[in-house]
Every structure is written in structure tokens, then in C-alpha cells.
């Protein structure tokens, strides 16, 4: 079946933008993780989402990042007023329960300018 | 605080030959663990995982061996192919009620020689 897949592949935006990213994970998983990966860096969890229970948004870095999951499938992360050092390599993945191997999906690049 | 640590930024190894690949942990809550393989411009694609209730998990040519004790788990990879060549990463996760976030090492950039 389909893997994760992630919207846009990439995106270029200016200092002060908003931006959405966009994550449909595998169908059937219940859980659903965002992470990032900034240059020279490695994976950093930013928030999770199991089923319909409040999400986990213990690594979201700054307030000016969101999440959401509608219906328990999609989910999009938002960063308003974009900042230089949220340029990174964004990361959605699924898993089929909330234990078990994460499947990611091949990410967003993000380069504020 | 880096919870997970892959000590060696790359490794190159011959082709045939066998690849190892460390990592070690600081949190004894950890009590789940995988490895990943990363091309670039694509996602971390899950290779195999262990629970720490075992100290080995076999998968075709990939192996992981965990030590409890040393809080230090490997990979090994044999015989290495150079379809091998990717960046892996350790993560591993504390299962609780909440989810398993992971925690990833830094990467190893393996290089399999033809």
C-alpha cells in the first residue's frame, strides 16, 4: 500500500511568512509524529497525535508552531512568522498503534530566506 | 543532554565484509529501539527494532544485539553491499501511555567499497 506521503517536497518562504506543511499517513495508523532534522543536526520530535486524545506538543519549539489532525488522518503543521532557523528538513510518520516502528514519509524542506 | 549517541560520524567498509554500526543510550527508561537507513533527500526507512526484553533481533542481513547492561546497541551487516551506502540512525523510545517519540542518534554514514 501507499506510504507516507508529505506536501510540498519543498518550500522556499520569506522571514515573517506563514507556512503549512502537509502530512497523510498510512492508512490505518493511529499515531502520527512530526519531526525536523535542521543542517547538521539529527531528527528532533516536535509533537504527536494518537487517535482522537490531545496531542503531545511537549517539542514544539515556540509558540509560533502548530498541528492538527482532521478525522484522525491528515495532519498539517503550521509555523507562523517564519524565522531563519526554521529552515530544516520536516519529517511526518505513522505508526499502526502508538508502540511499534514509525514509518516516515519523505519530508519537507523548508528554507526561510 | 544528547540521550543517544552514534560516536562515529561514518564508517567504510569492503564489500562482503562486515558492517558495524554502534550507538549508546544514556536513559535507562528506554526500553525499545530501532535502526533506520536515510538516502539523502529521501525519509529514514525503518530497518529493524529491538525491545529490551531481547538482547538480539535478526533480519535477513541485518542483526541488532543490545546490551543492557553497557546501554549500548549495534548493528551489524552482513555481507555488506554497496546498495548499503546511506546514513544510519539509532532511535530509540520510552513506551508509555502518551506514544513512543523517538530519540535519534546523529548518524553514521556508512560507505560500502566495491
Known amino acids: 500500500g501507499a506510504g507516507v506521503s508529505q506536501s510540498p517536497s519543498n518550500k522556499v518562504t520569506e522571514k515573517g511568512k506563514d507556512v503549512e506543511l502537509r502530512c497523510d499517513p498510512i492508512s490505518g495508523h493511529t499515531a502520527l509524529y512530526w519531526y525536523r532534522q535542521s543542517l547538521g543536526q539529527g531528527l528532533e520530535f516536535l509533537i504527536y497525535?494518537?487517535?482522537?486524545?490531545?496531542?503531545?506538543k511537549s517539542g514544539l519549539p515556540s509558540d509560533r508552531f502548530s498541528a492538527e489532525r482532521t478525522g484522525g488522518s491528515v495532519s498539517t503543521l503550521t509555523i507562523q512568522r517564519t524565522q531563519q532557523e526554521d529552515s530544516a528538513v520536516y519529517l511526518c510518520a505513522s505508526s499502526l498503534l502508538s508502540t511499534g516502528a514509525q514509518y516516515f514519509g519523505p519530508g519537507t524542506r523548508l528554507l526561510v530566506l | 543532554d544528547q540521550q543517544v549517541k552514534q560516536n562515529s560520524p561514518s564508517l567504510s567498509v569492503q564489500e562482503g565484509r562486515i558492517s558495524i554500526l554502534n550507538c549508546d543510550y544514556t536513559?535507562?527508561?528506554?526500553?525499545?529501539f530501532l535502526w533506520y537507513k536515510k538516502y539523502p533527500a529521501e525519509g529514514p526507512t525503518f530497518l529493524i527494532s529491538?525491545?529490551?526484553?531481547?538482547d538480539k533481533n535478526e533480519d535477513g542481513r541485518f542483526t541488532v544485539f543490545l546490551n543492557k547492561s553497557a546501554k549500548h546497541l549495534s548493528l551489524h551487516i552482513v555481507p555488506s553491499q554497496p546498495g548499503d551506502s546511506a546514513v544510519y540512525f539509532c532511535?530509540?523510545?520510552?513506551?508509555?501511555?502518551?506514544?513512543?517519540?523517538?530519540?535519534f542518534g546523529g548518524g553514521t554514514r556508512l560507505m560500502v567499497k566495491p
Open positions: 532511535a530509540a523510545s520510552a513506551v508509555r501511555n502518551a506514544g513512543n517519540m523517538l530519540t
Open positions: 529491538i525491545s529490551s526484553i531481547k
Open positions: 536513559n535507562s527508561m528506554f526500553d525499545y
Open positions: 497525535f494518537q487517535g482522537n486524545s490531545a496531542p503531545d
